[in-house]
């Protein structure tokens, strides 16, 4: 069974830094591109950050380039996003996803750990 | 403001049709494969469609997907009221950003 569990997320002040986990089993880490994915409370999904199996490919949304930095660690079977700079807009459930394949979709998704980023 | 435009919400009556449309342009939609995912309330994102019309192993039948050009439709037959919740339609923007719809709230009357 596919099991993605994120943990790290806090209450944590403005321009704060952490770093967020995801821990993945039930499939071979090491093949799959992963995504970060944020909702803030009562909105839409956005999505945030991606890494390929390798990490040969790494990009960010707009909204978070120069301030978040994706890695894995594929020996761990781990994802991690580094968050430097917090905004209160940076205030969301954070979703590490694995992604199907030639773009065929996030196919699973953790339950989400929340950042609250106070002033 | 999200660049894939959906319907902010939808209702329909139990045993009803319903379709959510998601609008984009050629640079995402239009060249893209697109996706559905669902979203219960107080749990993760689903997927429900993947390649514009497949559907995972264990996802009903009554959901299906299609695209045209630069818009794609999410149809849900036979409405359950377990099936309320959000939907959000997602796609690729280029070859590594990924973009998601604002969203669509998902009433069964």
């Known amino acids: 069974e596919v099991q993605l569990v994120e943990s790290g997320g806090v209450v944590i002040q403005v321009g704060g830094s952490l770093r967020l986990s995801c821990a993945a089993s039930?499939?071979?880490?090491?093949?799959?591109?992963m995504h970060w994915v944020r909702q803030a409370p009562g909105r839409g999904l956005e999505w945030v950050s991606l890494?390929?199996?390798?990490?040969?490919?790494?990009d960010y949304a707009d909204s978070v380039k120069g301030r978040f930095t994706v890695s894995r660690d594929n020996s761990k079977n781990s994802l991690y996003l580094q968050i430097h700079s917090l905004k209160t807009e940076d205030t969301a459930f954070y979703y590490c996803?694995?992604?199907?394949?030639?773009?065929?979709?996030?196919?699973?998704w953790g339950q989400g750990t929340l950042v609250t980023v106070s002033s | 403001q999200s660049v894939l435009t959906q319907p902010p919400s939808v209702s329909a009556a139990p045993g009803q049709r319903v379709t959510i449309s998601c609008s984009g342009s050629?640079?995402?939609?239009?060249?893209?494969?697109v996706s559905w995912y669902q979203q219960l309330p107080g749990t993760s994102p689903k997927l429900l469609i993947y390649?514009?019309?497949k559907r995972p192993s264990g996802i009903p039948d009554r959901f299906s997907g299609s695209k045209s050009g630069t818009s794609a439709t999410l149809g849900i037959t036979g409405l359950q009221t377990g099936d309320e919740g959000d939907y959000y339609c997602?796609?690729?923007?280029?070859?590594?950003?990924?973009?998601f719809g604002g969203g669509t709230k998902l009433t069964v009357l």
């Open positions: 050629s640079s995402n939609i239009g060249n893209n494969y």
């Open positions: 390649d514009n019309n």
């Open positions: 996803a694995k992604d199907q394949g030639n773009y065929k979709g996030l196919d699973y």
């Open positions: 039930g499939f071979i880490f090491g093949n799959f591109m």
């Open positions: 997602g796609t690729w923007d280029g070859v590594s950003v990924i973009l």
């Open positions: 890494i390929s199996w390798d990490a040969g490919t790494i």
